[in-house]
């Protein structure tokens, strides 16, 4: 059953690997007649919706790194936004805008499940060594045959919401809804969250 974690982000550490976490796309949105953004040198500001300040501030720094490597200035909400007046949206827009920030990333985490993959041995009954009892038939080879139990496999998948504002528009520019299966520490999810986040829109034409 999915459900919104009220940690929010904690989940992206609280969650043991399994193998390297993967990213995709559940759905894609772009807002109709958007053109290529230009955000390249400008202030973007990254915001993680978390009640949860530890993790708030942690994912909002790798978010902030992450948004500059892809040409803009990135800056951490929690950097700019007292913490006391983060819900009050008229002083957070104070704020903002006396910094110059001209666009918004948002991720808030919508959903957590646990997936359960169990797998049998493979049976082929009417494989030869099944097909007679003797000679070159099952007993031999049942004696001689390795027992494979199969394996249960438990994967924790992560849903994220993913908003893009131009903030000088008061407008939604793109949006997206992520899953992300097995992540293990925040840096690494956001670096892959945010380079996937990149590719979608280079591939929509919203960046050049």
Do not use: H
Not at 70 to 84: D, H, L
Not at 85 to 97: R, V
């Amino acid at each position: 059953m999915r459900r919104a974690t009220k940690a929010g982000l904690l989940a992206m550490v609280a969650v043991a690997a399994v193998g390297c976490a993967t990213t995709k796309f559940n759905s894609t949105w772009t807002a109709p007649g958007a053109g290529p953004l230009n955000f390249k040198g400008k202030k973007v500001v990254g915001l993680i919706v978390s009640k949860d300040e530890g993790v708030r501030y942690g994912a909002e720094d790798a978010l902030a790194r992450e948004i500059t490597k892809q040409g803009a200035i990135g800056v951490a909400a929690y950097t700019q936004i007292p913490k006391e007046l983060i819900q009050d949206k008229e002083k957070a827009k104070e704020f903002l805008e006396k910094a110059g920030v001209v666009g918004a990333v948002v991720m808030r985490v919508v959903g957590k499940d646990q997936q359960v993959t169990a797998s049998s041995p493979s049976m082929y009954w009417g494989a030869p060594n099944y097909a007679t009892f003797w000679g070159g038939g099952y007993y031999g080879w049942g004696w001689g045959a390795v027992y494979d139990p199969g394996y249960v496999r438990t994967d924790t998948i992560v849903t994220v919401e993913i908003l893009i504002y131009s903030l000088e528009q008061n407008k939604l520019v793109w949006a997206a809804q992520s899953q992300t299966t097995n992540p293990s520490k925040v840096g690494p999810f956001i670096q892959e969250l945010t380079a996937e986040v990149a590719a979608q829109l280079k591939k929509q034409g919203l960046t050049r």
